[in-house]
């Protein structure tokens, strides 16, 4: 099982898996139907006032990171199902994690990927 994360604009690969957007809003330009798209799971995007706040700007990305990676935390509690979705997929091959941003190194998807395989090591048995 591998976790890929790709621009949504970028055509799909074999190897893509479960392919799941993980934006809160719909990516411009991008017609729902022409996308190999599996999921569309907007709850596990950062929330409307975090994204707003970092508006990609490079110098808040340590600080946007560790918020999402507590707003990440916080749904596992609040909202188990989203992240029981992701790892039954997990579980079953490969999944990509699509996204809408410019910047393939600074967005939600990144923290996301690193956030989940920090969450698989730690369940992982010793």
């Known amino acids: 099982m591998t976790i890929f994360t790709k621009r949504i604009y970028a055509p799909a690969a074999v190897n893509d898996g479960w392919r799941v957007l993980v934006d809160r809003l719909w990516p411009r330009g991008v017609r729902r139907e022409e996308t190999a ?10 929330s ?5 706040w970092f508006g990609h700007e490079l ?32 579980a079953s091959g490969n999944i990509t994690l699509l996204f809408a941003a410019r910047d393939c190194e600074h967005n939600q998807a990144v923290v996301l990927k690193a956030w989940l395989e920090d969450e698989l090591a730690r369940s992982a048995p010793s």
């Open 37 to 46: 798209l599996d999921h569309w799971l907007k709850e596990i995007a950062p």
């Open 48 to 52: 409307a006032e975090l994204r707003r």
């Open 59 to 90: 110098d808040k990305w340590p600080e946007f990171s560790a918020r999402y990676r507590a707003e990440l935390t916080a749904l596992r509690q609040r909202q188990p199902q989203v992240l029981a979705e992701l790892r039954r997929h997990m």
